[in-house]
């Protein structure tokens, strides 16, 4: 409302809606959106919001970000899927959502991990 740049980029090129998906800010994350905020930007490792909201266990906010098209199956710099990271972290809600949403089970990371072999 006030002007401010919802894609304003840190030197990491991490946004405001990777921030609000990392600190489960559900109604930032939605305003921002509503603003234009792209749901699958990217920051200079390639995590997405999604992969921030899932790390940390935001279900609403990982729900959101599907919503909008965000891809429940794009990969980091390592290879890691937001399932990879949901099952590292235990966040077992977000995992089904993924996985309810489509995301692959199977996939791996660039060392060969699964999904299961972090939720182990």
């Given at each position: 409302e006030?002007?401010?740049?919802?894609?304003?980029?840190?030197?990491?090129?991490?946004?405001?809606?990777?921030?609000?998906?990392q600190?489960?800010?559900?109604?930032v994350?939605?305003?921002?959106?509503?603003?234009?905020?792209?749901?699958?930007?990217?920051?200079?490792?390639?995590?997405?919001?999604?992969?921030?909201?899932?790390?940390?266990?935001?279900?609403?906010?990982?729900?959101?970000?599907?919503?909008?098209g965000?891809?429940?199956?794009?990969?980091?710099?390592?290879?890691?899927?937001?399932?990879?990271?949901?099952?590292?972290?235990?966040?077992?809600?977000?995992?089904?959502?993924?996985?309810?949403?489509?995301?692959?089970?199977?996939?791996?990371?660039?060392?060969?991990?699964?999904?299961?072999?972090?939720?182990?």
């Amino acid at each position: 409302e006030k002007g401010a740049n919802a894609e304003a980029a840190t030197a990491t090129q991490k946004l405001p809606l990777h921030y609000a998906a990392q600190n489960g800010h559900t109604n930032v994350a939605k305003l921002l959106l509503e603003k234009g905020a792209n749901a699958e930007a990217v920051e200079e490792d390639n995590w997405t919001p999604l992969h921030y909201a899932a790390e940390n266990g935001h279900t609403d906010v990982a729900k959101l970000l599907l919503e909008m098209g965000a891809n429940a199956e794009a990969v980091e710099a390592q290879q890691c899927t937001p399932l990879h990271l949901a099952a590292r972290n235990g966040r077992t809600d977000v995992a089904k959502l993924l996985l309810e949403k489509g995301a692959n089970a199977e996939a791996a990371t660039a060392t060969q991990k699964l999904p299961l072999h972090y939720a182990a």
